[in-house]
């Protein structure tokens, strides 16, 4: 066994340190320690089996096989997916329009494009032009995808009717999901959802308001509570955007969050916020795009929660 090239062990100015690796992106912050033990183990690879963890470190392929070529591991397994005849992946952006107005929507103009019943039907035609189907998995997605959900539920009448394995996911802002559409989400076979909260009321309203500036926080939570309760298998992707104005908040959010959503099937986890269009959505100073300003906010967050 080797120690993985893809490895980055970090002595941080701060005195706190840090490994992560750039192929399974796995990032791990601990003490003076536990790094001396990884400088160990960096010379003396085969010893990783003495590691209470060994598991951890190969399956996040931090210590690797010397015959395996992470490279070609990863494109083999990226072509295995892009090509496999058998599997189709869509993103279905059923409307440009969004009821939101984030502060850094890189959707800068949204227009009231609708998906219309032509345009489904010729989704449909396409993907009956591969035979050997067996599997579709779409994710619903905008502007604001629930602003056009009867596309959504005319498409998966559809796509059941199609006799092959169906699973769908949505990328939405959560204000929408009322109750009657919450109660439609297992028999639209949608299991998953990204919804966005920026932290606490006060600073969420601020960076995700309605198009006329009135907050959002409340009915997004509440709307989340219902779904969870009526969707026994519905996952929760619970997205923050942050960027140095928010960023101090995350942690207040997070115990906040998780002790009020108190559920396993609701992942919390942070986007970095950055401007790679130039379109102003965020000063540089609020950047924290790039990995060095990442990880003294990582570790800072660890030592609070
Ligand atoms: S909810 Fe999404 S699409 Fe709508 S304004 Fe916010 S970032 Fe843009």
């Not at 003490?31 to 960096?42: A, G, I, N, R, S």
């Not at 907050?215 to 992707?237: A, K, M, Q, R, W």
């Not at 942690?251 to 986890?269: A, G, H």
């Not at 924290?288 to 660890?302: A, D, S, T």
């Given at each position: 066994?080797?120690?993985?090239?893809?490895?980055?062990?970090?002595?941080v100015?701060?005195?706190?340190?840090?490994?992560?690796?750039?192929?399974?992106?796995?990032?791990?912050?601990?003490?003076?320690?536990?790094?001396?033990?990884?400088?160990?183990?960096?010379?003396?690879?085969?010893?990783?089996?003495?590691?209470?963890?060994?598991?951890?470190?190969t399956?996040?392929?931090?210590?690797?096989?010397?015959?395996?070529?992470?490279?070609?591991?990863?494109l083999?397994?990226?072509?295995?997916?892009?090509y496999?005849?058998?599997?189709m992946?869509?993103t279905?952006?059923?409307?440009?329009?969004?009821?939101?107005?984030?502060?850094?929507?890189?959707?800068?103009?949204?227009?009231?494009?609708?998906l219309?019943?032509?345009?489904?039907?010729?989704?449909?035609?396409?993907?009956?032009?591969n035979?050997s189907?067996?599997?579709?998995?779409?994710?619903?997605y905008?502007g604001?995808?629930?602003?056009?959900?009867?596309?959504?539920?005319?498409?998966?009448?559809?796509?059941?009717?199609?006799?092959i394995?169906?699973?769908a996911?949505?990328i939405?802002?959560?204000?929408?999901?009322?109750?009657?559409?919450s109660?439609?989400?297992?028999?639209?076979?949608?299991?998953?959802?990204?919804?966005?909260?920026?932290?606490?009321?006060?600073?969420?309203?601020?960076?995700?308001?309605?198009?006329?500036?009135?907050?959002?926080?409340?009915?997004?939570?509440s709307?989340?509570?219902?779904?969870?309760?009526?969707?026994?298998?519905?996952?929760?992707?619970?997205?923050?955007?942050?960027?140095?104005e928010?960023?101090?908040?995350?942690v207040?959010?997070?115990?906040?969050?998780?002790?009020?959503?108190?559920?396993?099937?609701?992942?919390?986890?942070?986007?970095?916020v950055?401007?790679?269009l130039?379109?102003?959505?965020?000063?540089?100073?609020?950047?924290?795009?790039g990995?060095?300003n990442?990880l003294?906010?990582?570790?800072?967050?660890?030592?609070?929660?």
């Amino acid at each position: 066994m080797i120690w993985s090239k893809y490895n980055l062990l970090l002595d941080v100015d701060d005195g706190s340190y840090a490994l992560f690796n750039t192929s399974s992106r796995t990032l791990l912050t601990f003490d003076k320690e536990t790094y001396d033990e990884f400088l160990y183990l960096k010379e003396n690879p085969d010893s990783y089996t003495e590691f209470e963890d060994a598991d951890f470190l190969t399956k996040n392929m931090i210590i690797v096989d010397s015959d395996v070529d992470i490279f070609s591991y990863h494109l083999n397994e990226i072509l295995r997916r892009r090509y496999n005849p058998n599997v189709m992946s869509l993103t279905i952006a059923v409307t440009r329009a969004c009821l939101f107005n984030c502060i850094y929507c890189y959707e800068t103009d949204r227009p009231p494009v609708y998906l219309n019943e032509t345009t489904e039907n010729h989704i449909i035609d396409f993907i009956k032009t591969n035979s050997s189907l067996q599997e579709l998995a779409v994710v619903w997605y905008g502007g604001e995808p629930l602003m056009n959900f009867q596309s959504i539920e005319r498409l998966t009448e559809k796509f059941k009717k199609l006799g092959i394995k169906y699973g769908a996911e949505i990328i939405t802002n959560g204000y929408l999901l009322t109750k009657e559409i919450s109660d439609q989400f297992s028999d639209l076979a949608i299991r998953k959802a990204q919804i966005t909260l920026d932290g606490l009321k006060e600073v969420h309203d601020k960076r995700r308001p309605l198009c006329s500036g009135k907050g959002t926080f409340d009915v997004i939570v509440s709307n989340i509570e219902y779904l969870l309760s009526v969707c026994p298998d519905i996952e929760i992707n619970l997205r923050s955007n942050m960027d140095m104005e928010n960023v101090g908040g995350y942690v207040e959010f997070y115990k906040y969050i998780t002790n009020r959503l108190n559920n396993d099937r609701v992942k919390p986890y942070m986007g970095y916020v950055q401007d790679i269009l130039n379109s102003g959505c965020t000063v540089e100073s609020n950047n924290i795009g790039g990995f060095n300003n990442r990880l003294p906010i990582v570790q800072e967050q660890k030592k609070r929660v």
